[in-house]
């Protein structure tokens, strides 16, 4: 797929936009002032969000992995001549083997500085801010009684807000969602230092939303749910529909980051990002026991979704997987150093000529001879899927997976010296290594 230019990607999306302005509604009942105001702002951002230039982002990020594994290497080597490791770092022998993980996990203060978790972020969401600029929010309440007026200190009444929160957990708690929950704009979910269990009940929803954060969550079995009248802010609530039963869904959405979540068991997806979000990187998290794993386009009639540009970085894709991790329409997907342990029946799929980088990730495929195939191609003949840019760049393939390329190989205009490659699929394993939630204890690296 081509790749357009701001002014003239700005002038393609607004026309398809209008074209495509009825599909907005989604799970709103009644798409009031409220809400019409609010997608206004949020096709405003993603169109400021639009990289014309996504190639040198994903160059960006291989870069950072790069610097952060041998910045491990020479930690190690000089740790090998010291008698005392503790005395040598304040922070203690540092375990994080990416670069996300490199910049806030080796600190024993983490839980002293946890905003210093939003300049952390890679690829093509690595602007989204989350509650960077708010005050802390601390959860004590588990509860979500009330949809219309949730009350103070549960993770309802935090997220509609409209001031920038940072968001904690005053203790280990499950959270059992009555209806979807929407989280509304710059706002950081972080339960570092607790267990926290979305599940048993509804979805997280950012719809027409940007600069969110949700970090270090467990997240299972999610259903739909009916719908009803909802909060989505301190001063409108209205009807919902139904709901999907995603662990995340992104709906018009940008500057969003989901890093170190554990997710499982949902009825639909676990992350699905569609009309028109862009600006998102899904890291470090593990997914499990779940058909549909992620789905990154609306529908093939939705061309406004061209301006999607998502990363999908350092996540193990382990047991009872079968399907779309991801499966892409339009836009531009980094598929970069993943750990695809499990699929029944494909990987990476898509429809609609998305741009599709695959570089440095470990496929290990299923026993069954009909399934070693990494991609599938839906709704295109060959001699037209052929044309569609789907390159494999240092992939590890085992137990006979293959990864079919598609269209021409890239060409970066850069010198050799600028030219960065990924980290081959033989790295994976330490870069995933603490995929999923993590165990976090303050005042010790997590």
């Not at 203060?109 to 972020?121: E, I, T, V």
């Not at 997280?204 to 749910?225: E, R």
């Not at 997914?287 to 350092?314: C, E, K, P, R, W």
Request: with cysteine; charged share 20%.
């Amino acid at each position: 797929m081509e790749v357009l230019s701001r002014p003239s990607f700005l002038v393609f999306f607004s026309v398809v936009f209008l074209a495509c302005a009825a599909a907005v509604r989604a799970n709103i009942g009644d798409f009031d002032e409220h809400w019409q105001k609010r997608a206004a702002a949020a096709q405003a951002k993603a169109r400021e969000s639009y990289d014309p230039n996504p190639h040198a982002a994903t160059d960006e990020f291989n870069m950072a992995v790069r610097k952060a594994l041998e910045w491990g290497n020479s930690t190690r080597r000089s740790l090998a001549h010291v008698g005392h490791p503790k005395k040598s770092n304040k922070f203690g022998p540092c375990r994080a083997t990416n670069p996300i993980d490199r910049c806030w996990r080796c600190r024993s203060d983490w839980a002293q500085h946890r905003k210093r978790l939003a300049r952390c972020a890679q690829g093509f969401g690595r602007h989204a801010l989350g509650g960077l600029h708010g005050r802390f929010y601390v959860v004590s309440d588990p509860s979500d009684d009330d949809l219309i007026n949730p009350r103070p200190g549960t993770l309802r009444h935090a997220v509609i807000q409209d001031a920038p929160l940072w968001i904690v957990f005053k203790s280990d708690m499950v959270i059992r969602l009555r209806q979807e929950l929407i989280v509304n704009s710059f706002k950081t979910i972080d339960a570092r230092g607790a267990n926290v269990h979305v599940a048993y009940g509804a979805q997280i929803t950012i719809q027409f939303a940007h600069n969110v954060i949700i970090h270090n969550l467990h997240i299972h079995d999610i259903q739909p749910a009916n719908g009803g009248m909802i909060r989505d802010s301190p001063g409108h609530f209205g009807i919902r529909t139904r709901s999907d039963g995603d662990a995340i869904s992104i709906y018009g959405s940008s500057n969003i980051w989901i890093d170190h979540v554990s997710m499982a068991r949902c009825a639909d997806g676990l992350v699905d990002a569609i009309m028109g979000s862009t600006a998102i990187t899904v890291s470090n998290c593990h997914m499990t026991q779940h058909n549909d794993v992620m789905l990154f386009g609306a529908s093939d009639s939705y061309a406004a979704d061209a301006l999607m540009q998502i990363t999908v970085a350092f996540n193990h894709f382990g047991k009872g997987l079968v399907q779309r991790m991801p499966r892409c329409r339009w836009g531009f997907v980094h598929v970069v150093n993943n750990d695809y342990t499990h699929w029944l029946m494909y990987a990476v799929g898509g429809s609609m000529h998305p741009t599709i980088v695959s570089q440095g990730n470990r496929y290990i495929a299923p026993p069954n001879p009909a399934a070693k195939e990494v991609t599938k191609r839906d709704y295109a003949p060959e001699a037209v899927w052929r044309s569609w840019s789907w390159r494999s760049e240092g992939d590890l393939l085992m137990n006979g997976a293959f990864f079919v390329q598609s269209g021409r190989p890239f060409i970066r205009k850069y010198s050799r010296q600028e030219m960065i490659k990924a980290k081959p699929g033989t790295f994976v394993r330490r870069l995933t290594r603490y995929a999923g939630k993590l165990h976090c204890r303050a005042g010790k690296p997590c």
